[in-house]
């Protein structure tokens, strides 16, 4: 799978691995990425057998450069020559990492559910339409939404909502609040969780696919020599990164100052009366956590009683700034860690 995707299948029907329904993660040109999941109706090996027809078709028309509603479209056609097909929902959608765009549309599937970093949820319902082959001449509906820095996407199919005498909105709210709860978590646990909080107490009475996707920002990794000529560079390579967080301004310059004092301790107390030491800048989300770490292998000069190691004001602007600052001195050197919290 690309980076930044999980997925989860389970067959209703042990001890099959087959079934009904499927996810796919397609590669296609432009660095973009396609994503279906779709729920034959039925179960067992004769819903597996349509099943893998209209997966390969799916993934076909994809890679031949067809948008979603187009590969919907031809889809439907397929699917009326089909046996067993008729009924079958699917949502395919492609993505675009680097923008989060998202072009999607959706045939009969449950609505894709976008779980915000400040934890409000959004329904991708807008690209919605019937089933395949219940209607085979009419025009497949598009619609386009954008998947945030640090938003988590879900899909599924109706087996891991649907419950005998429930509404499939009261399913799909719970697995919503379910998701809110866990989305800090790495995401394959988040995938295996959200499976195991929701699977009734006496198993899924459906086939389950469930496919997720955090879109990230690549952690920064930054070396610099603990001296103040390279404190200029350091700061404008932390700017860049940041500008691609999507962090609101004002916690953006929070983070850039705060990080700034942290890298100027290390080029003034790390290596005294010493040169050629190196420093090490981490910064990475973890969750709706951003968490940065500045390192040394160096020893710290002990300074005068009335005075503090870290600059002066430094530890004290350090800690206005953050929500959480650590410093652990060890015979390995410094590690200044600062978190953010950039949700609730």
Known sequence: LPDGFAVRYEPATPPLEVGGDWYDVVTLGGDRIGIVVGDCVGRGLTAAAVMGQ???????LLLEANGPARTLNTLDRFADRLPGALCTTVFCGVLDPATGTLTYSSAGHPPATLVHRDGSAEFLDAGGSLPLAVRVEANRPEATAVVP?????????????ERRRESLDDGIARATEVAHDVREADLTDLAAGLMGRLRPDDGYEDDVALLLYRRSVPPLQ???AAHPDSLASTRTWLRAWLA?????TELAQDVLVATG?????????????ASGGNAHLAARFTGSRLVVVVTDDGRWKQPPPDNQVLRGRG???MEALADAVTVRHDADGTTVTLEWRTGP
């Open 315 to 317: 530890m004290a602007m």
């Open 244 to 248: 691609t967080t999507e962090l609101e």
């Open 261 to 273: 004092e942290a890298c100027a301790n290390a080029v003034e107390h790390a290596y005294p009366g």
């Open 222 to 224: 930054l070396d610099f």
């Open 54 to 60: 209209l997966r390969s078709a799916c993934r076909a």
């Open 149 to 161: 820095v640090g938003s988590l996407l879900m899909l599924y199919t109706d087996g891991l909502v």
